[in-house]
């Protein structure tokens, strides 16, 4: 009999990981021991996710939808999402190019299987959603970053992305607002990108639009959907997770282009069939219901940005741009003398502030700290205040 293990496919070695969950797993061993610990590191919102919405699943069950939908979601779902397209974005698309998912990161996942391969080029944020590279590798294709930088408010720079396209670019990925850095790509950066990429028309976009309806100061989010000429390399990703707190209910979308909408269809059909029945009643409650419960969050979300960006800058050796969109703050710790993995890291063990190390989201990441202010504005107080005491302890 031979002792050999089976022996995985090579792609196996080269997906990554998402450190946020293994800070969100120890923090939680950290609770259990007894810690009192506060936990700015898990991209989610802290609000639980409004009643009608929930009340919508819970109706659907008793209405008796509890088998497989259309793999692509049911029919008034993807005509919620073209409606809702059409408000936001004032852009008419079809329901018959929106797939209803089980969350942000399948249309991700689909994406980037779709365009990499051993050859294929693809452009990615970083810092940036670490997903997005993990992916990249998986498929053997080569992973091109497109630097987000500090001085530029964490923004796209669209002439930068267009000089590092070569013949074998396939897919550039871009996020707005953005995990880790709150950055907002400004309109006149899209359209400089949608000028160019009419010269390259090998190239398909995925825009990561999960916090479109997370900006602040009336800053107006921007989507390459709006370009006509892209419409037919467009795929728009979206979901409900962070606009109606609904992480863990596992729902997202992507429009995709006409030609390429079967193929993800298909992707659909073979992994996953359907998001389950109920949760898409929840997401079509959340669309077709008042919209209130969005800006009540991002008003909390603002007074606590104002909060956590007023005593980051308070800290010794720490310096923080506001943020622009989505609910993170991406502070500059390289005046601390620590590498930004050692810091986060005390700050977990030491000091219970559960954060992320901005090498997690990239190498460009090295020097920051990303804290999620999904946390009431007390806790946050509480954290910058012992955080201030171990900096200066
Ligand atoms: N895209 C970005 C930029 C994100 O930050 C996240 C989650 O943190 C996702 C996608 C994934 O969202 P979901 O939890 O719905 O899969």
């Known amino acids: ?64 939808h509890h088998g497989y939908t259309p793999a692509p979601g049911i029919a008034p779902l993807r005509e919620a999402v073209a409606t809702d ?17 089980p969350g942000g990161k399948v249309s991700i996942f689909a994406a980037i ?15 940036g959603f670490p997903i997005y590279r993990s992916m990249i590798c998986f498929t053997g294709a080569t ?31 871009l996020n ?23 010269e390259h028309p090998h190239v398909a976009v995925l825009s990561d639009e999960i916090y ?20 037919d390399r467009v795929i728009l990703l979206d979901g409900w997770s ?15 282009p006409q030609a390429l909408f079967d193929k993800a269809r298909k992707l659909a059909v073979n992994a996953w069939s359907c998001v389950n029945a109920p949760t898409q009643y929840a997401g079509l409650a959340a669309l077709e219901g008042p919209q209130d419960c969005v800006a009540e969050m991002m008003a909390a979300f603002d007074r606590r940005r104002n909060v956590i960006v007023e005593c980051l800058n308070t800290l010794p050796g720490i310096t923080c741009r506001k943020p622009s969109g989505a609910f993170y703050a991406f502070p500059n710790v390289t005046g601390t003398g620590r590498p930004a993995k050692a810091l986060a890291s005390d700050l977990l063990e030491v000091t219970g502030i559960a954060t992320i190390a901005g090498p997690d989201f990239g190498p460009l990441g090295e020097g920051f700290i990303r804290f999620s202010y999904a946390n009431s504005q007390a806790n946050i107080e509480r954290a910058m205040d012992r955080i201030g005491d171990y900096l200066t302890g």
């Open 1 to 64: 009999m031979s002792t050999a293990a089976p022996t995985t496919v090579a792609a196996f070695d080269r997906i990554g990981d998402e450190n946020a969950f293994a800070v969100l797993a120890r923090a939680g061993a950290l609770e259990a021991q007894g810690r009192d610990i506060i936990n700015l590191g898990i991209g989610q919102p802290d609000f639980p996710t409004p009643p009608h919405i929930a009340e919508a699943a819970i109706k659907a069950i008793r209405d008796g």
């Open 85 to 101: 397209i059409h408000r936001r974005l004032d852009v008419e698309i079809d329901p018959g190019c929106v797939l209803i998912v």
């Open 113 to 127: 299987m779709m365009f990499g391969e051993p050859g294929a080029e693809i452009m990615y944020p970083d810092p």
């Open 143 to 173: 992973p091109v970053p497109i630097p987000m930088r500090e001085e530029n408010g964490f923004a796209f720079d669209a002439d930068e992305a267009l000089a590092a396209i070569t013949p074998r670019t396939r897919l550039i990925i």
């Open 176 to 198: 707005s607002p953005a995990n880790p850095t709150g950055g907002v790509t400004p309109k006149e950066q899209l359209d400089t990108l949608a000028l160019g990429l009419a």
């Open 212 to 231: 479109a309806q997370m900006t602040y100061d009336d800053l107006e989010h921007a989507s390459p959907m709006t370009h006509e000429h892209l419409r």
């Open 242 to 256: 962070k606009t109606y707190a609904m992480t863990g209910w596992r729902l997202g979308y992507a429009v995709w």
